[in-house]
């Protein structure tokens, strides 16, 4: 499967970006997803992640109550809404898939298909 993320930009601190991530190639719903993201010099952080059918979620306990992710696989598209952004959340943010599981999962090595990321920045 080819993912493709989209959606990040510059924002104030305390406002909303939606990043997305299309995908193609492969049958979408077979795939479960999560949502990983980077700063220059640090390593890879997860952030949220789903199962193919939507039906479970886990969120990093740093944005939880902040950042909801989400999918329609009716248009091949994973989201990840996210709200009262801080500056600490300025990063590359990267979508990623995995062989359908009825489990979520945190470790970026369960993970075998990645997109190229997006870049999130949020101003102080």
């Known amino acids: 499967v080819q993912l493709q993320a989209s959606g990040g930009g510059l924002v104030q601190a305390g406002g909303s970006l939606r990043p997305s991530c299309a995908a193609s190639g492969r049958t979408f719903s077979r795939y479960s997803m999560g949502w990983f993201r980077q700063d220059p010099g640090k390593e890879r952080e997860f952030v949220a992640a789903?199962?193919?059918?939507?039906?479970?979620?886990d969120h990093a306990d740093f944005v939880k109550g902040r950042f909801t992710i989400s999918r329609d696989n009716a248009k091949n598209t994973l989201y990840l809404q996210m709200n009262s952004l801080k500056p600490e959340d300025t990063a590359v943010y990267y979508c990623?898939?995995?062989?359908?599981?009825?489990?979520?999962?945190?470790?970026?090595?369960?993970?075998?298909?990645w997109g190229q990321g997006t870049l999130v920045t949020v101003s102080s």
């Open positions: 789903i199962t193919w059918s939507g039906g479970s979620t």
């Open positions: 990623a898939a995995y062989q359908g599981s009825w489990y979520v999962r945190r470790s970026s090595s369960n993970y075998d298909y």
